[in-house]
């Protein structure tokens, strides 16, 4: 099924879809962006997504021109008239058309993107034995510069952690913070499991609070783990007994040797195996 996109109120397909090369979302990044999955036809925690984008948005002073009911029956339709089942949405608001200057007053109207399509970030393999990480040179921003959780167009700093991993030859990167604490990986939220308590790195510490993440957090302590939202460092990860990662388009994978140790058992652990399960099971129900 052919990719399906929504640009400012008109319909497209892959070959016509096109933006302004003046677009300050091209020009200078200056935008904001979700990504959103589709289970069985139904939207995946739509209104969260949502409340992130308008989070977002309002962190980069951009003020998006559509209500968010008006934005989710924009995202449900284009759900709908793509036939996808199961599908991947990205959708973004551009600070618009402007002129060759940063001055955002030259843009007099955001621009609205939905691309209806698909995404596999990884070959099935990796979620069977899991991914090879190593910590990447280049940290996340500083939180107090382009914070961390704005979903902003500005990935530069995560492709350069991306490249460094992919240089190195393995999956997947960790990044530290500024602090050298760790916080997230490229592209995902990152949690430790050791005897049975689950750790992961506490949103207002400067990471994205990831929709996935949420909802692992509300699994596992379903399941009766307890769950802490704590600093951590390298350290806590090489001594875990499992590692794994969250995120929309990578869902839940393991992490089985970061920087050269072997994690835990070196294969994914009952705990990942048993979230990975439940998250399935959420995803996909049908109520
Ligand atoms: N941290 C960052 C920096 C992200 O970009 C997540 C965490 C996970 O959040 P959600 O809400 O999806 O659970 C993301 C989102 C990719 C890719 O190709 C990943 C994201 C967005 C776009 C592309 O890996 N992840």
Redesign the pocket.
């Known amino acids: 099924m052919p990719p399906l996109i929504w640009i400012d109120g008109q319909y497209s397909d892959k070959a016509n879809a096109r933006v302004s090369v003046f677009d300050h979302g091209l020009l200078y990044g200056d935008g904001v962006?979700?990504?959103i999955r589709v289970y069985n036809r139904r939207i995946f925690r739509l209104a969260?997504?949502l409340d992130?984008l308008y989070a977002s948005a309002k962190g980069v002073w951009i003020d998006i021109p559509l209500s968010k009911d008006a934005m989710t029956r924009l995202v449900e339709e284009a759900v709908r008239k793509s036939g996808l089942e199961d599908a991947y949405i990205?959708l973004l608001v551009t600070r618009g058309v402007g002129d060759l200057g940063l001055d955002p007053r030259k843009c007099p109207k955001p621009s609205i993107i939905c691309i209806v399509d698909t995404?596999a970030?990884w070959p099935a393999d990796r979620y069977e034995k899991g991914l090879v990480a190593l910590t990447a040179p280049t940290p996340?921003s500083h939180r107090e510069s382009l914070s961390?959780r704005i979903?902003s167009l500005n990935?530069l700093s995560?492709i350069l952690a991306?490249v460094e991993g992919i240089a190195a030859g393995v999956d997947e990167v960790i990044m530290l913070d500024a602090g050298g604490y760790v916080a997230?990986?490229?592209?995902?939220?990152l949690f430790a499991v050791s005897n049975g308590t689950l750790k992961t790195p506490p949103a207002y510490a400067g990471?994205?609070?990831?929709?996935?993440?949420?909802?692992v957090i509300e699994l596992a302590r379903e399941a009766t783990y307890a769950v802490e939202e704590v600093p951590l460092n390298r350290y806590d990860l090489y001594t875990a007994d499992e590692m794994f990662l969250?995120?929309?388009?990578?869902e839940i994978v393991a992490v089985i040797k970061l920087d050269g140790r072997v994690i835990g058992s070196g294969a994914p652990g009952p705990a990942t195996k048993e979230l990975s399960k439940r998250f399935r099971a959420l995803a996909t129900r049908d109520d």
């Open positions: 962006f979700e990504g969260q997504h992130r990205r995404i970030l996340i961390p979903k990935y995560h991306k997230e990986a490229s592209g995902m939220n990471i994205l609070r990831g929709v996935t993440r949420d909802a969250t995120g929309t388009a990578a």
